[in-house]
């Protein structure tokens, strides 16, 4: 870990951590002018110099906005400090943890660079699917059924066979529920908190590489590269428990993280690495209906060969 130090007058303040400095920049305590220095550096620099390692982009635009008469934020940072700030997600800063910005701009603010990101491991991002498939469950199946059977009841009034129905009307309420997920998974993803109903109830989110938000077109892309991450044995979904950033083959493709609810916004310290309360209902409540299945396949296939028998 870098440790910086900075000049206060003739004092040498130090070691701090590049939070720190942040910290320290954002109440007003550091200047663009103030020397810093790291180990490595031949000689102190003032702070300007190192605004990019420091990842301070964003801070220092606020701060030169400031001095031509722009907002001034620094009364938010004193009030953290002496305990009168909102609680996190009631600020202004933190109207909500889902705020990966805009992409492209809009109204959104641009994504808090410089914290610690935690990304969602598989079973967080499993846990969430789980979610998301039985909240499609049912609209998929009803609009899916409707289409196919008033299309196949068209096709039998038409004198078409049995097995030309039954294989249209399978096709028809198939294609229903791809549209449907598609849709779902899209709309989104792209949306403000950047987070299906599954992955807000985990607490995670889908964002670009570098936090920004998702367009509608690269998130329909992304559920459609999640069929590619399922045609190879679902080795691309598992890669999300094996490589650096915790993903999968589908968001390798398409330069997406999925990551926890405050990653990129102003309260990091509230992200959480444990799986959490929600995630491990889900996770037993899901094995145990594997389980289910796996028992009632098993009958069934008894059943069936009594009979044959």
Same mark, same amino acid.
């Given at each position: ?9 003739? !004092? ?17 305590? /550091? ?25 301070? !982009? ?11 008469? #722009? ?17 996190? #997600? ?15 701009? #809009? ?28 909240? /499609? ?18 096709? #039998? ?39 299906? /109903? ?112």
């Amino acid at each position: 870990m870098t440790e910086w130090y900075y000049a206060e007058g003739q !004092q040498r303040q130090g070691p701090l951590e590049v939070t720190e400095i942040r910290q320290r920049f954002q109440r007003g305590q /550091l200047t663009l002018d103030t020397l810093v220095w790291r180990e490595g550096m031949g000689q102190w620099a003032p702070l300007r110099q190192m605004v990019d390692e420091l990842g301070l !982009q964003t801070l220092a635009d606020a701060s030169t906005s400031t001095a031509t008469g #722009g907002f001034d934020l620094r009364n938010d940072y004193a009030a953290i400090d002496n305990g009168t700030a909102p609680l996190p #997600g009631t600020g202004a800063l933190s109207s909500s943890p889902y705020t990966a910005p805009g992409a492209g701009g #809009g109204d959104y603010s641009q994504p808090v660079q410089g914290g610690e990101v935690v990304y969602a491991g598989f079973w967080k991002r499993f846990a969430a699917y789980l979610i998301d498939y039985f909240v /499609l469950l049912i609209p998929s199946g009803v609009v899916g059924g409707v289409l196919g059977f008033v299309l196949g009841a068209g096709m #039998g009034a038409t004198g078409s066979g049995e097995t030309a129905v039954e294989v249209v009307t399978q096709l028809i309420s198939g294609l229903a529920g791809l549209f449907i997920a598609a849709a779902y998974y899209g709309w989104f993803h792209a949306s403000r908190g950047g987070a299906t /109903l599954g992955k807000m109830a985990i607490g995670i989110k889908v964002v670009r590489g570098n936090g920004d938000r998702l367009t509608l077109g690269r998130s329909i892309g992304r559920y459609f590269a999640t069929i590619l991450s399922g045609l190879t044995l679902c080795i691309g979904y598992l890669m999300a428990a094996f490589t650096e950033r915790k993903q999968g083959l589908h968001d390798l493709i398409c330069d997406t993280v999925v990551v926890d609810r405050w990653a990129y916004t102003d309260q990091p310290q509230l992200q959480r690495r444990e799986l959490g309360t929600v995630t491990i209902v889900i996770l037993v409540l899901g094995g145990l209906l594997m389980l289910a299945g796996f028992a009632a396949i098993i009958i069934a296939v008894g059943v069936i060969a009594n009979m044959a028998s």
